[in-house]
């Protein structure tokens, strides 16, 4: 079945940054386009990023240009997000998903704090 297991995240000060990673088993990961996705408390889940199966198309939503990345390493089977100067308004749990497949990972936590 479907594995996602998120790491990386922890408590760091604004402007600060953070890389998350996530570990993928359970299907062919290098036919798949891969996103991260985050969830503030109260708020609804959102889109952050996507990667094109090979690595060689990426969308980033607009609260995140220019200061995430998103990667891949398809040999490793895992997804990245670099965070790089973070707001406390990045708080958040982060995920990573496979396209067209429903399931979640545990999520990693992002707290951007002073």
């Known amino acids: 079945q479907v594995q996602l297991v998120e790491s990386g995240g922890g408590l760091v000060q604004p402007g600060g940054s953070l890389r998350l990673s996530c570990a993928a088993s359970?299907?062919?990961?290098?036919?798949?386009?891969m996103s991260w996705y985050r969830q503030a408390p109260g708020k609804e889940r959102e889109l952050v990023a996507t990667?094109?199966?090979?690595?060689?198309?990426?969308f980033y939503a607009e609260f995140v240009k220019d200061r995430f990345t998103i990667s891949r390493d398809n040999a490793k089977k895992t997804v990245y997000l670099q965070m790089n100067s973070l707001k406390p308004e990045d708080t958040a749990v982060y995920y990573c998903?496979?396209?067209?497949?429903?399931?979640w990972g545990q999520g990693t936590q992002v707290t951007v704090s002073s």
């Open positions: 998903k496979a396209h067209l497949f429903p399931d």
């Open positions: 359970g299907f062919t990961f290098s036919n798949r386009a």
């Open positions: 990667i094109s199966s090979a690595g060689d198309s990426t």
